[in-house]
């Protein structure tokens, strides 16, 4: 799953992406300053691949089921919770399928392991 994009980029890409101040601490400056900020932004999101926000999305809720599922923390488990977030993964993965491109594989693997660990817990 290393291809994925991610907020900081992918693993291959070492560019420190965070957004910098502003040079100068003058109105006029901020302001353009800002919106220069905002267009950069802009254009690397129309820059990545569609696909490829859609895959980290779904890392994001597959990351939110895991934590409702009280693998590591028991008493936090909240079943009802990690089912929704596990719906949310399976209505981006089985809706989208083939058009997650690359990202396909791993996202339905990703969803097999949530519902397996939904039932073990469910068991407990």
Request: net charge negative.
């Amino acid at each position: 799953m290393s291809s994925l994009w991610t907020p900081g980029g992918t693993p291959d890409d070492q560019q420190d992406r965070r957004p910098r101040p502003p040079a100068s601490r003058d109105g006029a400056d901020d302001e353009q300053a800002t919106r220069a900020e905002l267009a950069r932004l802009q254009a690397e999101l129309r820059a990545t691949p569609v696909g490829d926000i859609i895959a980290n999305h779904a890392i994001g809720l597959w990351q939110l089921a895991l934590l409702h599922l009280g693998l590591e923390e028991p008493e936090t488990m909240d079943l009802g919770e990690a089912g929704l977030a596990i719906d949310a993964v399976a209505a981006l993965v089985e809706g989208l399928g083939a058009r997650l491109g690359r990202h396909e594989a791993a996202l339905r693997d990703a969803l097999t392991q949530l519902r397996l660990a939904f039932v073990q817990q469910t068991n407990h």
